[in-house]
């Protein structure tokens, strides 16, 4: 099985096994509310080209988009650096699912598009969590320090939300505690682990091989598959002064894959958070009132204060 999302890594993904490495493969998608036109086109594209077979789910009754809501209007309450990672619970608990659907299948292996230059050490440092701690220690660590810093904002603890606070907190990814109890035959894989990730070589292949496509407006390939990044970007760049961009690309200048200058200039361009995407997550759902330029003056206020 490979997850899609219609993002660049995970098409890559999809492609390697199906062409180069000969394999029968599912593709299984979580049908995001919030994923882009562009990352859902892709994703058609893709499964067509190489003639693999999707599956989808969702969740009913609306609940990725309520528990979205919830945390955002948390969030606005006491914005908190730390905290922007609580947006993307909704994705967390799509990792039972997509375990049942392999066990249903008789799949025995999981194949992700990690990047190994994507993992985030400032959100550890946020909560306190030290980079060279391990794997076992920073997940409960994370656990720990997130449960303090929602102490300081009741508004992350309404009883209606905290099972699936909980869910996200077991199933993160494919590496927690959740996941390695509720999969623990199932092997779980990030390809480029094993192999190199060279992002011209993953453009090129998915741009001429699958008819892969990005927003041109967005001036990036990097993760637009979801609309939340970019409210992520702005709670991040309202409350830090950079975003996961910056220290993405300073992986890439650090590793000799890009050089600083033309990290600088990505970073000018891929940072500019667009208004109307953010708006139109606020419309879909029910989000009114948000003054952008006040809520930017609070988290400076917030931000000096802590």
């Excluded at 909704?90 to 659907?101: A, E, F, H, S, V």
């Excluded at 109307?276 to 809520?295: A, T």
Aim: net charge positive.
């Amino acid at each position: 099985m490979v997850t899609v999302s219609g993002g660049r890594d995970s098409a890559f993904t999809l492609l390697k096994l199906v062409k180069d490495y000969k394999m029968r493969v599912l593709a299984v998608n979580y049908k995001n509310p919030f994923a882009d036109e562009q990352a859902t086109a892709n994703i058609k594209n893709m499964v067509r080209k190489l003639g693999v077979r999707l599956l989808q789910f969702n969740f009913q009754g609306n609940i990725h988009e309520r528990i979205i809501k919830h945390y955002i209007m948390a969030w606005f309450q006491r914005p908190s650096p730390a905290m922007v990672p609580v947006i993307c619970v909704g994705c967390k608990i799509i990792w039972p699912r997509i375990m049942k659907i392999a066990k249903e299948h008789s799949i025995g292996c999981i194949v992700n598009g990690g990047n190994p230059y994507e993992y985030t050490a400032f959100k550890k440092q946020l909560l306190g969590v030290s980079q060279h701690a391990g794997l076992a220690s920073t997940y409960f660590l994370n656990v720990f320090r997130l449960a303090k810093e929602a102490l300081h904002n009741v508004a992350y603890l309404q009883p209606e939300y905290l099972p699936f606070a909980m869910e996200g907190f077991l199933f993160a990814n494919q590496y927690a505690v959740g996941s390695r109890l509720l999969g623990f035959k199932l092997d779980k894989i990030d390809l480029f682990h094993y192999i190199p990730w060279k992002e011209k070589v993953v453009l090129a292949r998915i741009q001429d091989e699958v008819d892969w496509q990005y927003p041109q407006r967005f001036h990036s390939t990097w993760r637009f598959d979801c609309r939340l990044s970019h409210l992520k970007d702005l709670m991040y760049s309202l409350s830090l002064g950079v975003t996961e961009r910056d220290d993405f690309y300073s992986k890439l200048v650090r590793e000799a894959k890009i050089s600083r200058e033309e990290a600088l200039e990505r970073v000018r361009l891929e940072n500019e958070v667009p208004g109307d995407i953010v708006e139109g997550i606020f419309q879909q759902l029910g989000i009114h009132n948000i003054d952008l330029v006040q809520l930017a003056e609070k988290v400076t206020s917030e931000h000096r204060r802590v």
